[in-house]
């Protein structure tokens, strides 16, 4: 069973399970499930953009559910239209899927308005922080990712970090992301709840699955 993380700013703790999934002490594996509008957010930003997220992944070593989150996180409100969540510049000026910053890259604008480009370089970014002080875990990661540092203000409830609940929408994108790849995703191994083979996510399953979570990780 893996270690609870510490959260520095004197929040609650979490811990990364080996199958990729985060669990939040006293709230479980906080996942965006069908019945959140915001799924379907998940599920377009990784339809978009798959074979891109697969790539960057294998090329930075990082799980693909933190690229998908992030990405979600980010620009998941235009996943319905793709060539707007490609182009899409923030007021600070970042661009695109993954929301990275010209400014600080050696990337120009242009460049970083395509998904190819834009994607590896987010991955990029999320390995070198992932190298420093993070630890590799996603909670970390995400807010430095987000704002640059780690700011402690009671805001929510990780108490973690400067801008809203950035962590914790990122945590619930790359749990619901590992839970839908796996039982709908071909290039993803299957996986077995009671000895029955996921063929499909629906509401049903995915209670299931949040009842089950705790167990998942004997099962990849």
């Not at 609870?4 to 002490?25: A, D, T």
């Not at 987010?122 to 993070?134: E, P, W």
């Not at 990661?141 to 409830?157: F, K, M, P, T």
């Not at 990122?170 to 590992?178: F, L, T």
Request: hydrophobic share 45%; with cysteine; glycine share 10%.
């Amino acid at each position: 069973m893996p270690d609870w993380v510490s959260n520095r700013c004197g929040g609650v703790r979490w811990r990364s399970w080996p199958n990729g999934l985060i669990e939040v002490e006293g709230q479980g594996f906080p996942a965006v499930s069908p019945a959140d509008g915001a799924f379907q957010h998940l599920l377009d930003t990784w339809e978009n953009w798959k074979g891109i997220f697969r790539s960057a992944a294998a090329k930075q070593n990082l799980p693909v559910s933190w690229l998908v989150g992030i990405a979600t996180t980010e620009t998941g409100n235009w996943a319905g239209k793709p060539a707007e969540q490609a182009t899409i510049v923030s007021p600070a000026g970042a661009v695109g899927v993954m929301q990275v910053m010209p400014a600080y890259q050696p990337e120009t604008a242009a460049q970083l308005s395509i998904p190819a480009v834009n994607i590896q370089v987010g991955a990029r970014i999320l390995r070198k922080l992932a190298n420093g002080s993070t630890g590799l875990e996603l909670p970390y990661a995400s807010a430095l990712y987000n704002a640059g540092h780690i700011e402690c203000r009671s805001i929510n409830q990780w108490n973690l970090f400067s801008e809203g609940d950035y962590p914790t929408r990122a945590v619930k994108y790359n749990n619901g992301a590992i839970l839908y790849l796996r039982a709908n995703d071909a290039d993803w191994i299957g996986y077995a709840i009671g000895g029955i083979a996921v063929a499909g996510v629906g509401l049903g399953l995915w209670w299931m699955t949040q009842h089950e979570l705790p167990y998942l990780h004997r099962m990849t």
